[in-house]
Nanobody, 124 residues
């Protein structure tokens, strides 16, 4: 069983930066397809970024957010620059074993392990 723990959220002014971390325990992170999702108040959960053999990011954050992972630290990151008030949400990391992964990685239902979420609030 794998466990995911997010950290790094907080309150930041528009234009600022934050780096979210997702620490993976129980298995080696390189065995997994990983993703970041977010849920804003009153909205559906949406894809932010994903990493398998390659990386992908949602159009809404392209050029501002970067996903990466450090296999030695068993940790995935989301570097968020140029934050906007509309980025305010609870951010979740997600994972699924690569051997069971066949989709694009942009849908929440493709993942079966989730963290508890970390709040990101961007003030205007």
């Amino acid at each position: 069983q794998v466990q995911l723990v997010e950290s790094g959220g907080g309150l930041v002014q528009a234009g600022g930066s934050l780096r979210l971390s997702c620490a993976v325990s129980g298995r080696t992170i390189s065995d997994y397809a990983m993703g970041w999702f977010r849920r804003a108040p009153g909205k559906e959960r949406e894809f932010v970024a994903g990493i398998k053999l390659t990386t992908s990011v949602a159009d809404s954050v392209k050029g501002r957010f970067t996903i990466s992972r450090d296999n030695a630290k068993n940790t995935m990151y989301l570097q968020m620059n140029g934050l906007k008030p509309e980025d305010t949400a609870v951010y979740y990391c997600a994972a699924r074993l690569l051997i069971f992964f066949s989709g694009s990685g942009t849908s929440a239902h493709e993942y079966n392990f989730w963290g508890q979420g970390t709040q990101v609030t961007v003030s205007s």
